[in-house]
Each structure stands twice: as structure tokens, then as C-alpha cells.
């Protein structure tokens, strides 16, 4: 089960107006499971995104990319199970056709559907299936329907991920509602598997799309499970304009300020349930860098650590191994690295400095804090004033074993 992470219950997801969804058991891989997520924009929608640096992209996101630069978007579809990568040219044309069947049932262009895929990569998308499906996600729409539509998108996690937020913007409510899905193949160069946050929010097309790339950044591309970037990395921000508020048209503005600050942390919440959730994950560790050049340095020293496996197997173990921290971040890459002033913590316990144990280290102090559920490990490099944060988890013998067992 997560890490300390419990799903909100339904009726704490607020509304967006102006996003309805819906959802079906398409038996797209697995029958009786639900498995397809439509959710239809009201018009004037603006919408933005940003998505996986893996250059092995799924056919989805080429199609996303595309439709994205043509704007006016109306409508999202999701299907799990399959993830629609690594099929070539016909994968591209089951994305499309995908598409065209949307805009069919809502009578709306195919370039105004953004479609997402998420499953076993290489294999085809069940098309058919799919436009069988859609109907019955018509039927569904409602836009009260997070809850199921968080349930919708789910592949290895264990839970369904969500999130909402409300502000005051000029005086008018805004409501931030998000959800996500995310348990292994975690390692964004971008996002996540599938994040999707809608907001009622009037925003200007430009200054959504620098929000939502400020939102990933400090949230979805902090974290990391096991190393890997999927080929389907997806997030998504769409603004209804529906609150009523003067739009927000300066970054420079106070509205600005408040409704990214709202977004990233509904998008952080949903980014950290996603490392709580990681396939067999047992903690949840905190990996604060600072006193870099730049933050690209710490986040490097962050993520050279949180992608060891002989850390995250120490974590696991709750073994006080913590020689293996310093090798990481030894090996991180950091140009001119004086080890002699790096400083390494966990919680309040001081490990390492000058070079190795710190004097005032004891075993027992640090076998203490490995027991814990959630661990924050603090590095300072004492090079500079930058700083970063990687949340990310152990390793147990269940990753493994989930994905050993993935396709079956």
C-alpha cells in the first residue's frame, strides 16, 4: 500500500466547470476493469501541455503535440492498459482514428482531441474497442466525475491519485481540481505517466503554457521511482474560463502568482502520491540539495542518489549503509566537487563531513532514522546558493516481482 498517502474521498473533488467526464470497461486489455476516461471542454477552453523527452514517443504524443499547435482543443481521451509505443506508423493511425471517433460523438474537428495511452508498450491499440467504449463514457459525462476518473487511468498503481485546491482570484472562486497516474517507469524528463489538472480559471493561451511547464518543473519533474522515463509522459492543464475572474493576462500579476502557486501544488501533491504509490515502494524519501552553482548541479546530485539502487535497497533494508550516499553523489558528475566540504544529513542527524564520518555520528542514530516511513536526506555541497528536491522511494522485493509479472 502507499506511504503514508490515503485517496481523497469523492466528494472532496471539487467541479470544474466547463470539464465533464466520463468513463467505461472497455476491455481494452483486461476485461471488467475500468480502463477509458473521455472528458469533453466546454468551448473557449484554453489548454497546454507538456510531455516525455524519451525519444521513443509514443504515437499519442506525437498526436498530442500536433493537435496542441493547432489549438481550440474540445475534448481529452485516455485509455490504460495499452500504451500505444513503439508501433510505427500504424500506432500513429490507431491515434488518429481514435480521435476521429471522439469527434464523431461530440461533433467537434479530430484535431481538437488529445489523445493518451498508457499500458505494454509494442503492442497494438484495440481500436475498435475503443470507439465501442466511447459511448458509454458519453453517457457518463458529469462534472462531478473525478473520482472515477482517477480510477480510470490507473495501470500498476494501487490507488487512485487526486487532488483539488479553491482560491480567491479579484475576488471571484477558483476551483483546481487534478488527477494522475504513476507507479513505476518514473523518472520524468517532463511529467509523469498521466497527469491531468483542470482549473476554471480564465488564463491567457501564453501564460498557460509557461504555468504549466513552471508547475512541472516543480513537481512532476522532481520525482523519480525507478530510474526509467516512459515513452508516454503526458500533463496536461486545462483552463475553463469559467470563474468568472478578469483573465489572467500578466505573469508579472498577483492573480499570476496565487493561481501557479494553487496549480503546482495540487500538480506536487499528485507528483509525491505518485513516489508514495511506487511499485513496492515501503518509504518515502525527501532529497534536498543545496549550496549548489546552479540548481541543475543539485538536482543531478539528487537524482544520482535517488536512482542508486544500492541506496534505495539500503532503504528498503533500513541498513545504515550510508557510505553508499556518498558514492552516489561522488558520482553524480559534478565538475570540480571539493568532497572535503560536503555534508551530508539524514533528518537531524549529521553523517558525514570533511570527507567521511562525522564525529558526532552514531550507527544507531542513523539505523534509527532508516526505520522510518518517510526519510528526508539533506546534502550540502557548499559550492554556491542554488538548491533542489527529488522525492523519490526504496526498492523491495515487490518492484520485482510486479514487474516481472507485468504482462501477465
Not at 263 to 271: K, M, R
Amino acid at each position: 500500500m502507499p506511504v503514508n498517502y490515503t485517496p481523497p474521498a469523492p466528494e472532496t473533488l471539487l467541479p470544474v466547470a466547463g470539464v465533464a467526464l466520463g468513463i467505461a470497461r472497455a476491455g481494452i486489455r483486461k476485461a471488467d476493469r475500468k480502463d477509458l476516461l473521455l472528458i469533453r471542454l466546454d468551448p473557449g477552453a484554453a489548454v497546454a501541455g507538456v510531455f516525455t523527452q524519451n525519444r521513443f514517443c509514443a504515437a499519442p504524443v506525437i498526436a498530442c503535440r500536433e493537435h496542441l499547435a493547432a489549438g481550440a482543443i474540445r475534448a481529452l481521451v485516455v485509455n490504460t492498459g495499452i500504451a500505444n509505443a513503439g508501433t510505427g506508423e500504424p500506432g500513429l493511425a490507431a491515434a488518429r482514428a481514435t480521435c476521429a471517433a471522439v469527434a464523431r460523438l461530440l461533433a467537434c474537428e479530430p484535431a481538437q482531441v488529445l489523445p493518451f495511452s498508457t499500458g505494454v508498450i509494442m503492442e497494438p491499440l484495440p481500436v475498435a474497442r475503443i470507439e465501442a467504449g466511447l459511448p458509454a463514457c458519453a453517457a457518463d459525462l458529469r462534472e462531478d466525475n473525478w473520482a472515477a476518473a482517477a480510477e480510470a487511468i490507473m495501470t500498476t498503481d494501487t490507488v487512485p491519485k487526486a487532488a483539488s485546491r479553491q482560491i480567491k482570484l479579484g475576488g471571484a472562486t477558483v476551483t483546481i481540481t487534478g488527477i494522475a497516474k504513476g507507479a513505476g517507469m518514473i523518472r520524468p524528463n517532463m511529467a509523469t505517466m498521466l497527469g491531468f489538472v483542470a482549473t476554471d480559471a480564465a488564463v491567457a493561451q501564453p501564460l498557460l503554457e509557461r504555468l504549466t511547464r513552471e508547475a512541472a518543473d516543480a513537481s512532476f519533474n522532481c520525482i523519480t521511482v525507478d530510474g526509467d522515463t516512459s515513452t508516454n509522459d503526458s500533463f496536461i492543464v486545462i483552463a475553463s474560463g469559467k470563474a468568472g475572474n478578469a483573465p489572467v493576462a500578466d505573469a508579472a500579476s498577483p492573480d499570476y502568482a496565487a493561481l501557479q502557486q494553487a496549480v503546482t501544488a495540487v500538480a506536487a501533491e499528485l507528483a509525491q502520491a505518485i513516489v508514495r504509490d511506487g511499485e513496492g515502494a515501503t518509504k518515502f524519501i525527501t532529497i534536498e540539495v543545496r549550496g549548489g552553482r546552479d540548481a541543475a548541479e543539485c538536482k543531478a546530485v539528487g537524482y544520482a542518489i535517488a536512482h542508486s539502487p544500492l541506496v534505495k535497497t539500503a532503504f528498503f533494508a533500513s541498513d545504515p549503509n550510508l557510505g553508499r550516499i556518498l558514492a552516489a553523489i561522488g558520482n553524480a558528475g559534478v565538475e570540480g566537487l571539493d568532497v572535503g566540504r560536503v555534508r551530508l544529513w539524514l533528518d537531524d542527524v549529521l553523517v558525514a563531513e570533511q570527507g567521511g564520518r562525522a564525529a558526532s555520528y552514531r550507527e544507531e542514530d542513523g539505523a534509527r532514522v532508516m526505520r522510518q516511513a518517510e526519510i528526508a536526506a539533506r546534502i550540502d555541497l557548499a559550492r554556491g546558493a542554488a538548491q533542489a528536491t527529488v522525492w523519490t522511494c526504496d526498492f523491495s522485493y515487490d518492484y520485482v516481482k510486479i514487474n516481472a509479472d507485468y504482462r501477465s
